[in-house]
């Protein structure tokens, strides 16, 4: 009698993926107990991790740094595998150490002075939101004294906004401001060259750092961020560093335990088909005396194959998620439970992208932070929320800038000449100028008044790839750390799987967005992996000590 094992398929060879993959198969027994299949839609290995090259550099599309590297998997398996050192040149970003340069629109240079007020109030604002302050000794700037929890008790009362269900991280930003610039009325507004005042700078250089915010989060726009879940979210500490052999390795270090076949590459599925407890149907469900058990979920490829599996761990983004429970093109057959589509509905999934762009001319381009105009600015719209420009490490002629929301989707959309003249546009308006400068000295002219040449460009495109359709999650207002644990949840749900004749857990499911703390990162989508992995295990009583 041919008893089958197990047969359990993970969809995507990314970090979740390969996380599961790499502890499925590394538990001893598991190799005995498992067929092991991971079917990837894409034709390389890595997902959101995606090492590439430019002019030389090693450079990242995806994933870039290890947030904090105190208690991080990915930081540990780095070490492990000594990818920390490279000969070739990497994104470094040693330059951020660099003081950055501040330019407004119009060439004022700013002076760190003047700066620093307005990073520290966003600080701040920041740390209350996220939890790490509160205590009432944090003034919102060292003159005034507000104290935070005064300023949070009127901020909850102005308006009506009164609950904090609703409550978003940007309208709490900008009432933080408005307090804020509240305190300095008494002064004088400077008014200053190229259409700048005091005030309208301040508030530009909020904004700007409300756009590193942007895409820190890939929240189009913050008003759209919850506030509560921003306490919920963790970060290790330490340094947040970058990977010199690319993140890719991390990738590759956990699939090579895999033999080869393991992973099939170019297998896009169209179709997942699986038995929930009120569908069920009782053919070949039991082990038969002929020793054939079928299996419950089918799936099906774009290609019109299919395979059958006892257990699928799902991983793809939850963009793919979105699309694919909410278009008429339907993933799931029978559809997903109800609060599993209102979770993947509710949640939010941004876009964010980065642009390389080769510099051809002078090597001494400066960490250079960007002040645009709010209104009538001369900016085109798509660069207006990028914060800053800066070369990937020091001296490298290899320039760096993130995208986030509407902009990134355009920055997809756009042919590279139009990405050069747009960039070069905004380049000579902030630098031939900027000869004057607002309260204070500058303490380099070096690349000042030197013409600025492009050659290559490189963009990444996570909001139009349809397998991804966006980069990462982020907690809607309207949505909560509830849903990402219901994201979580195996299928047929626990409280369905009463009747006898159910396989459980059918559909698992992995990725990102399926970690309540560690959302967004590689290291959520790292631990979400091997949390799926582990359900597995412990369902079939294998030794979970390795
Ligand atoms: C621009 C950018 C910058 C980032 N920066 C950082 C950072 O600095 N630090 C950090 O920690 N994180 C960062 N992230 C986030 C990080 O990359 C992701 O959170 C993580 O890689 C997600 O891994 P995952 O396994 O959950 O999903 P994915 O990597 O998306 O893996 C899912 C896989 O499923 C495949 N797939 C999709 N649909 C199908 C289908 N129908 N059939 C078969 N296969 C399918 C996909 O091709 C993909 O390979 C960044 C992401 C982006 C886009
Ligand atoms: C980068 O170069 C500048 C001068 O060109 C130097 O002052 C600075 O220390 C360098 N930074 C690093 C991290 O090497
Ligand atoms: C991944 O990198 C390659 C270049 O190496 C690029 O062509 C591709 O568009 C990138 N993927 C995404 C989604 O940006
Ligand atoms: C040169 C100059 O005017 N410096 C002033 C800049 O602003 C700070 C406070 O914001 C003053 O202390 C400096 O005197």
Redesign the pocket.
């Known amino acids: 009698m041919v008893i089958k094992k197990p047969r359990i398929v993970i969809i995507g060879a990314g970090m979740a993926g390969l996380a599961a993959a790499n502890k499925l198969y590394k538990c001893a027994a598991s190799k005995e107990l498992f067929e092991l299949l991971v079917v990837e839609g894409g034709t390389r290995i890595g997902g959101r991790v995606n090492t590439s090259e430019f002019c030389g550099d090693r450079v990242e599309l995806g994933a870039t740094w290890i947030h904090g590297i105190g208690g991080s998997p990915v930081h540990q398996i780095a070490q492990e595998i000594n990818s920390l050192e490279s000969e070739k040149p990497w994104e470094c970003m040693d330059s951020l150490t660099d003081e950055p340069v501040t330019i407004s629109e119009g060439g004022l240079i700013l ?1 760190p ?2 700066v620093e ?1 307005i990073n520290d109030l966003f600080n701040k604002l920041m740390d209350f939101a996220q939890g790490k302050s509160k205590s009432s000794e944090d003034g919102i700037s060292k003159n005034n004294q507000i104290s935070f929890s005064e300023f949070f008790a009127e901020f909850l009362n102005a308006g009506g906004k009164g609950s904090l269900e609703s409550l978003s991280l940007g309208s709490f930003l900008r009432k933080g401001l408005e307090a804020y610039l509240d305190t300095k009325k008494e002064e004088k507004d400077e008014a200053f060259q190229s259409n700048w005042n005091s005030k309208s700078l301040e508030s530009a250089i909020f904004s700007m750092l409300e756009n590193i915010q942007r895409e820190y989060t890939s929240a189009d726009d913050l008003n759209k961020l919850d506030f509560i879940a921003e306490s919920e979210y963790r970060m290790f500490p330490g340094e947040e560093i970058t990977i010199a052999k690319g993140y890719i390795s991390i990738i590759e270090s956990l699939a090579s335990v895999l033999p080869e076949g393991v992973i099939q590459l170019g297998r896009k599925v169209s179709r997942i088909e699986w038995q929930p407890a009120d569908v069920q149907t009782t053919s070949g469900m039991e082990n038969g005396n002929n020793g054939y058990v079928s299996r419950p979920v089918k799936l099906q490829f774009v290609d019109g194959t299919s395979i059958s599996a006892d257990h699928l761990i799902v991983t793809v983004s939850l963009g793919v998620l979105k699309h694919g429970v909410c278009q008429d093109s339907c993933l799931f057959s029978p559809a997903l439970p109800n609060c599993k589509i209102q979770a993947i509905s509710r949640l939010g999934f941004g876009v964010v992208n980065k642009l390389f762009l080769q510099l051809n001319s002078n090597k001494n381009f400066p960490f250079l932070q960007m002040v645009f105009h709010q209104q009538d600015s001369m900016i085109p719209w798509w660069i207006k929320k990028t914060a800053s420009l800066s070369p990937i490490y020091n001296k490298s002629n290899v320039l760096l800038s993130w995208f986030a929301g509407e902009e990134a989707l355009a920055l997809e959309m756009l042919s590279d000449e139009e990405v050069l003249n747009g960039v070069s546009e905004t380049i000579s308006n902030l630098l031939p100028n900027s000869q004057s400068h607002c ?3 500058v303490s380099s002219d070096q690349f000042l008044n030197k013409e600025v040449k492009f050659g290559k460009v490189l963009k990444s495109k996570w909001g139009t790839d349809p397998l991804f359709f966006g980069s990462y999650s982020y907690v809607a207002v309207g949505s909560s750390g509830d849903d990402l644990d219901t994201m979580a949840e195996p299928l047929p749900l626990p409280k369905s799987v009463v009747n006898k004749n159910v396989c459980p857990l059918q559909i698992l499911f992995a990725g990102e967005a399926t970690h309540r703390t560690h959302y967004s990162t590689t290291h959520g989508a790292y631990f979400s992996g091997i949390r799926e992995a582990n359900r597995l295990l412990q369902h079939y009583k294998c030794s979970n000590d390795i």
């Open positions: 002076n002075s003047f007020p309260n204070g000295t």
